[in-house]
């Protein structure tokens, strides 16, 4: 086992590029629990968001991965780890098989079955045993003569991959009961029994995964979550400082990575860092004054001539020659490469086999000349049984393949081939082609053609296609209007980050202009504009979002935004660059759902929001459960809150009271116009006015059917020593002279610390004016402002 997993493997499995784990490994960011959305969003977005999300777990390493978190006492039994492709999930298991080889860690168990999803992929046989199973992936335990020993051990299984898996696990319906390691069934059945506990119960599983595949394992299988959130930035610098010995190349490495962002969030993948590293040694030590790579589309560009390259040296022998002519005669194997990723993108695969590779033209005996020639790009693998499976590094090296192979078909009019996907017709013009692109792009919920698409349109910009000389001939092309659309504002950025692609940095500063000089934005302005502030490295102090007017429906004083645009603000509130202490969605049609994904930033121990105005959002008492969470949350620091002109109704104004009494609740004003109350909820606010805990120095209940007798209730409370209120605003709240005997005893009171009082807009008469009269001549009155 040792053996297996002391060495990691650069490229394709051939022990010259195998090099000691020990000596390159950089601690991966594993925490407990999964980010919000995991499952839905594509990876990239997946990764671009966590470069914003907040670190608010206490990281786990690797070797702890089955001990409770602390402070909690549970058996931990199965493990489900997820993590976006590349991110290190394998790595983590076999350094974790490593520790426990070598005597550094989990010295009580005494067998670690290691057991990856794409090789028994590869078992047909029906009748297998666990037993079986084991004895094909680890013969030397056919020294175990007793199969029932396995009882009276401690084991681990690890399931790797379990998104490369393509066996069937059900699990959802009865099927054979296995309790014996010897009885045989299909391998399915072997995993889901010893997953469930019918198979060796108090044997421990791992099982890793990305995230959209997890699900095939149900949650009451699953004892604890796990992600693998990859490199933060401190470990990003220590990987580049590992992989690159020169001191002062690897400095100037890391400082042009930080000059683009877009680069240096993909940097969060360990895999993406190693590309960077490959490419700009590279650069750098042909050439010190060539302009660095800027781009996604410049860095794979880039990468694809270098180990072409390496191919011809290595392997064909042959001396260094200009880009062109090695691209040139490398083209046939470059073009079958690219139409294997395009079409296999199309199916949604990531593993292929034999066949897969005969349908583009590619000979499988052959087979050790493309994984020669793309030593890391594609692999090869020699596995169970001694079949093959073939693969692309990541998942990024077959979308910008893919990419150019769309780009090349067009260019070479076979429209045939993308007939398919973009329904493309024989003399479609290439603005067409690019715009059924974005439009399929726009089409997928989880944006799995997102990076695609970056891809297709960085290549469609000439100075990309100069660098692809010899596989293509130059045809540039501008498309702008690609952001034009009213879209849901993930997806717009991600077209946003198609024109830098481009290097098309118009709407940038058109955006910025507006701004400074407070225009009306289009949708696709807002959309720069989210961009803007989740990526500035200073933060902005205020976004007030409804000052901005948009042609979308015509409605002024909002941004139409919606739910799916909170997820993105709550990403920016997570963020460890954030300076943000005022946000403003107000008018804007966010519904409780949209709430639900603002709390999840506000929660945050990176969030530094003060104020929250959320006034005519179409809110309803729902919202109010996870507003409870965030206000009674230590981290949150939220003292202003405006929630007026939402349908929040007495139930949910007595959930946030119960948060208002929390001792760690910071809130001062709470803003509650128009929520259709009635005096149902002042019992509910006179306790919080009276507890010792709340901080509350204005409540604003105005237009609402609160009546006499509700103010007389918030009246008691005010008289209490514990109250700190000094702003009371009930206008228009239904009342008539009957409840200013209860406000003048309050006034009166030496414990009342009430400065304004803003009664306007209702029924009090001259009886009700006199009463209060009276009690502003009272020594102990402070009010100092009547309305």
């Not at 995993?191 to 959209?212: D, M």
């Not at 030590?285 to 390496?310: A, C, G, V, W, Y």
């Not at 780009?407 to 013009?429: A, D, G, H, I």
């Amino acid at each position: 086992m040792k053996r297996k997993v002391e060495h990691i493997c650069e490229g394709i499995i051939h022990p010259e590029n195998q090099t000691l784990l020990k000596s390159i490994y950089t601690e991966l960011y594993i925490t407990e629990g999964e980010s919000e959305g995991m499952n839905r969003e594509h990876e990239v977005q997946q990764i671009e968001a966590e470069h914003r999300r907040r670190r608010r777990d206490t990281p786990i390493n690797c070797n702890d991965i089955f001990k409770a978190p602390p402070g909690q006492e549970k058996h931990i039994r199965t493990v489900m780890t997820k993590g976006v492709a590349g991110i290190g999930k394998t790595v983590s298991v076999h350094k974790f098989i490593l520790d426990w080889a070598e005597g550094a860690a989990n010295q009580d168990v005494d067998f670690i079955f290691l057991l990856p999803f794409r090789e028994m992929n590869l078992v047909k046989d029906e009748g297998y045993s666990l037993h079986q199973l084991l004895l094909d992936f680890h013969p030397e335990l056919q020294e175990l003569e007793d199969p029932q020993k396995y009882e009276g051990c401690k084991m681990i299984f690890i399931f790797d991959g379990l998104d490369e898996s393509r066996i069937q696990l059900n699990f959802h319906i009865q099927e054979q009961k296995l309790c014996d390691v010897t009885q045989t069934s299909s391998v399915g059945v072997v995993i889901t029994n010893l997953i469930q506990g019918n198979l060796l119960p108090s044997a421990l599983i791992w099982i890793t995964s990305r995230p959209a595949a997890a699900n095939q394992i149900p949650a009451q299988h699953t004892s604890q979550v796990t992600e693998v959130r990859g490199f933060n930035d401190r470990q990003k610098e220590e990987f580049f400082r590992k992989r690159i010995r020169d001191e002062t190349q690897a400095n100037k490495i890391i400082s042009h990575m930080k000059t683009s962002r877009s680069l240096y969030i993909m940097c969060h993948i360990p895999i993406f860092c190693w590309i960077s590293a490959t490419v700009l040694q590279e650069v750098l030590l042909q050439d010190n004054s060539k302009e660095i790579p800027r781009t996604l589309t410049e860095m794979f560009t880039h990468f694809l001539i270098i180990q072409t390259n390496m191919k011809n040296q290595k392997y064909d022998e042959r001396s260094e020659m200009d880009r062109q002519t090695l691209l040139q005669s490398n083209k046939e194997v470059l073009l079958q490469l690219s139409k294997l990723a395009f079409r296999q993108l199309e199916k949604g695969n990531l593993l292929f086999y034999e066949e897969d590779l005969r349908e583009c033209g590619i000979d499988v005996t052959a087979a050790s000349v493309y994984s020669g020639m793309c030593t890391e790009i594609f692999k090869e693998e020699s596995v169970f049984q001694q079949k093959k499976i073939y693969c692309f590094v990541h998942l990024s090296i077959q979308e910008f393949l893919a990419a150019f192979w769309v780009f090349y078909c067009y260019v070479k009019k076979n429209m045939e081939e993308l007939k398919m996907t973009f329904s493309s017709r024989p003399k479609m013009s290439l603005d067409d082609l690019l715009k059924a692109a974005v439009d399929k792009s726009l089409q997928s919920e989880n944006g799995h053609l997102d990076l695609f698409l970056r891809f297709f349109l960085g290549i469609s910009l000439g100075s990309n296609q100069e660098l692809l000389q010899g596989l293509l001939e130059p045809l540039t092309t501008t498309h702008r209007a690609i952001t034009d659309q009213n879209i849901s504002t993930e997806r717009a950025m991600n077209l946003l980050l198609c024109l830098l692609e481009m290097k098309d940095s118009s709407l940038h500063e058109e955006t910025d202009m507006l701004v400074k000089l407070d225009k009306d934005l289009s949708p696709a302005h807002c959309s720069v504009l989210a961009y803007m502030i989740l990526v500035s490295e200073d933060g902005l102090d205020e976004f007030d979002l409804k000052k901005y007017k948009t042609d979308a429906g015509g409605r002024s004083g909002d941004c139409n935004l919606t739910e799916s645009s909170c997820k993105t603000v709550a990403a920016a509130l997570q963020s460890p660059d954030s300076h943000l202490t005022d946000l403003d969605l107000s008018y804007n049609q966010i519904l409780d759902s949209g709430v639900k994904h603002i709390c999840v930033g506000l929660e945050s121990s990176c969030c530094k929001l003060e104020t929250l105005r959320l006034r005519c959002c179409s809110l309803s008492a729902g919202c109010c459960s996870a507003l409870f969470s965030v206000l009674r949350s230590n981290s949150s620091r939220l003292r202003l809150l405006d929630l007026s002109d939402n349908n929040l109704q007495d139930s949910g104004v007595e959930l946030l009271s119960t948060a208002l009494e929390d001792p760690h609740c910071k809130l001062e004003t709470l803003r509650l116009q128009c929520c259709k109350l009635s005096a149902g909820c002042c019992s509910a606010l006179s306790s919080v006015l009276r507890s010792n805990s709340s901080r509350l120095r204005l409540l604003d209940l105005s237009y609402n059917n609160l009546q006499d007798p509700g103010v007389e209730l918030l009246s008691t409370a005010l008289e209490d020593p514990h109250c700190k209120l000094e702003d009371l605003q009930l206008r228009r709240c239904s009342l008539s002279a009957g409840c200013c005997s209860a406000l003048s005893s309050t006034l009166r009171s030496n414990s009342s610390r009430l400065r304004l009082l803003d009664l306007s807009i209702n029924n009090l008469q001259d009886s009700g004016v006199e009463l209060l009269s009276t009690a502003l001549e009272d020594p102990h009155c402070k009010l100092e402002d009547l309305r």
